[in-house]
């Protein structure tokens, strides 16, 4: 197995595996806009600086993914230079579970946030993936809320 960057080379892999996770957890109303929308959103960030993701692949066929979001916000007490990670879409195919591949994902991605300068790294969670996140350090924070436009 070898685990590694995205580059752009791997868009339409990488797009399809995110639509199997997406499609995984939760209906989308419109697929099509919801694939549009994300293969613009990779072609324009794989290789920038507010993007990372990585993979597991074995002869050629994606068997894992890890991606994170790098942002900046204004200074706070527990993130003194405002710069985040959001993990998202950490997904391994069924027949591929169970292997470590998740785990070697996110802990390279957690490498990689902290080169970038984060010194936060926030997730959503799936039941299957808590676990994991807790294995690794990811705490439960209350207090959090959000609000659709």
């Known amino acids: 197995m070898e685990y590694r960057s ?9 797009l399809e595996m ?9 209906k989308l109303d419109d697929e099509a806009q919801f694939r549009r929308d994300t293969e613009a959103y990779l072609a324009a960030h794989i290789g920038q600086d507010d993007f990372s993701a990585f993979v597991a692949e074995e002869n050629g066929r994606i ?10 916000t204004a ?5 003194p230079s405002g710069r985040y990670a959001e993990l998202l879409n950490v997904y391994t195919r069924p027949d591929c579970r169970r292997q470590g591949h ?3 994902l996110v802990r390279l991605q957690l490498a990689e946030a902290k080169r970038r300068g984060a010194e936060k790294v926030l997730l959503d969670y799936t039941e299957a993936g808590f676990p994991l996140y807790r294995k690794l350090g990811f705490l439960l924070v209350e207090h959090n809320m959000e609000r659709m436009l």
């Open 102 to 104: 998740a785990e070697t």
């Open 6 to 14: 995205v580059t752009l080379r791997d868009l339409n892999a990488f």
């Open 75 to 79: 200074p706070r007490p527990r993130c």
């Open 63 to 72: 068997s894992a993914c890890c991606m994170a979001c790098f942002y900046q």
């Open 18 to 26: 995110r639509m199997e996770f997406v499609q995984s957890i939760r």
